[in-house]
DNA sequence: AGCTTATTTAAGCAATTGCTTAAATAATTT
DNA sequence: AAATTATTTAAGCAATTGCTTAAATAAGCT
């Protein structure tokens, strides 16, 4: 309680102190959801996991087509969604099949049921 | 269907415009969804929401408290959430109080319950 | 009126993001 | 083996983000 920037006669300390209780104990998963919540905040890549939602498997070409944009921009996404365990790749002669992992269905769940059932309550 | 990068014999056509097509008609709910979410995965925005869900109304240097940062930082921040109906403000006095608006309690409450009632989940 | 308090606004800057182009890998076909 | 195809990797760069500090607003207090 070194730096205090609340000096008004209102302020409630017990309130401020169990303000900063709530965040030290959730920092932990606001820190996990915020990194997942940052891939899937970009369009690219929500069009991207929204596609692989319905078709099982796309290669990297496929999805260029799909998307309009340049192999390596799409590579890129791919890859960021695969580090963090959205997508899995596999390999197929030399073509990349890339399609969606079961870890963050929950999250993206309700998504994918914004868009498609009530887009208009977004 | 001018610029194909897929010409690979197995590449189904019908499957790339039928993807198309999806994400034509998502287009404008992926863009407004992603504005929203680019707000949200930022760490700083989600913990002011989280104890903004549970206080009813804090200040701004309740929040440069709470979260340890200045209060321009907080500031701004707040009037992120504010421009785009994540919050409201009252002023009382000098003292102006935030609070979470109605709008987007939808888009927010798995994330809370995430945080809270499955954390390891994330 | 002048001083303090609460907040916003603006300018500056380092870090991050997402694209582009070109080069590097790797598998396939000729 | 050489050429083609699919993909990744890397360098470069413009745009965005989120902080900092300082200045501007605005409301209350003496």
């Not at 309680?1 to 401020?16: F, G, S, T, V």
């Amino acid at each position: 309680m070194k730096d205090m920037n609340c000096i008004r006669k209102e302020a409630d300390l017990d309130q401020i102190k169990r303000c900063q209780e709530q965040i030290s104990e959730a920092e932990e998963a606001v820190s996990a959801l915020t990194d997942k919540l940052s891939l899937v905040s970009n369009s690219v890549r929500l069009k991207i996991l929204y596609v692989l939602q319905t078709e099982e498997r796309l290669c990297v070409c496929d999805l260029s087509d799909i998307l309009n944009m340049t192999i390596p921009a799409v590579s890129q996404h791919l890859r960021k969604l695969k580090d963090r365990d959205f997508v899995k790749a596999e390999k197929e002669g030399q073509t990349i099949f890339y399609s969606l992992r079961n870890d963050h269905r929950e999250l993206l769940a309700p998504f994918f049921n914004l868009i498609i059932h009530q887009p208009e309550a977004i």
